[in-house]
């Protein structure tokens, strides 16, 4: 157990919805960061936060959006959502040493 | 991954030493983690590297020489739950991860 949790652990929804997934880091942990996984594509670096700020982008669409609340948990938010959409999110947490913790991940299908 | 290089799958016997090599662009370079992940399961931490040389934690090794852009994770006394993937994963500004399509490795009795 990393100590990083994230709901829903399923969620199955239809093209053209809009879902929220959750996160809370690690106790101590002020970055949060959130990843895609299909299986095709790999582990995808979407969007980081620190402290509430975001800090880093990386291969985010414009249909999604994420924040981070000032008791440090992490939401991710898919807008208009496409077929292409369905994969693993994992969301991340790290402290001072470097290291990333992962959470167990959210599998979101879209039909 | 972006310009991170790893072999897509590998077959060992359990047992056996294994090394998985990874590749990655050295510009921008921060450190280099590997991660193990079983299928549908999060990646779980195994090692991190910042400076050239070996690593040891147990059964599992990995060095890095940044001159050359390469690293390479050793995994010895392999045990069927090994089989799973390697993930290689640099680290750049930020505290970013930019991770490679990772190594799947099947151990065989």
């Known amino acids: 157990d990393s100590g990083v949790t994230q709901t829903p652990k399923h969620l199955i929804t239809a093209t053209g919805q809009r879902v929220t997934l959750r996160c809370s880091p690690r106790?101590?942990?002020?970055?949060v960061y959130w990843y895609q996984q299909s299986l095709d594509q790999g582990l995808q670096f979407l969007i980081q936060?620190?402290?509430?700020?975001?800090?880093a982008k990386g291969n985010i669409l414009e249909r999604f959006s994420a924040q981070q609340f000032p008791d440090l948990h992490s939401e991710l938010n898919l807008s208009s959502l496409e077929l292409g959409d369905s994969a693993l999110y994992f969301c991340?947490?790290?402290?001072?040493?470097?290291?990333?913790?992962f959470g167990p991940g959210t599998r979101l299908t879209v039909l | 991954g972006q310009n991170i290089d790893q072999p897509t799958e590998m077959t060992a016997t359990e047992g056996a030493i294994v090394q998985i090599n990874c590749t990655y662009q050295?510009?921008?370079?921060?450190?280099l983690f590997w991660y193990q992940q079983h299928a549908g399961e999060a990646p779980t931490f195994l090692s991190y590297?910042?400076?050239?040389g070996l690593e040891e934690k147990g059964r599992f090794s990995s060095f890095l020489s940044r001159s050359k852009g390469y690293s390479y994770l050793l995994l010895k006394e392999l045990q069927m739950k090994d089989s799973a993937s390697y993930l290689c994963?640099?680290?750049?500004?930020?505290?970013?991860?930019?991770f490679g399509g990772g190594t799947r490795l099947m151990v065989k009795p």
């Open positions: 106790s101590g942990d002020l970055s």
């Open positions: 994963a640099q680290k750049r500004a930020g505290n970013m991860l930019t």
């Open positions: 050295t510009s921008g370079f921060n450190g």
């Open positions: 590297n910042v400076l050239d």
């Open positions: 991340a947490s790290s402290g001072i040493n470097n290291e990333q913790f």
């Open positions: 936060y620190y402290n509430g700020e975001e800090r």
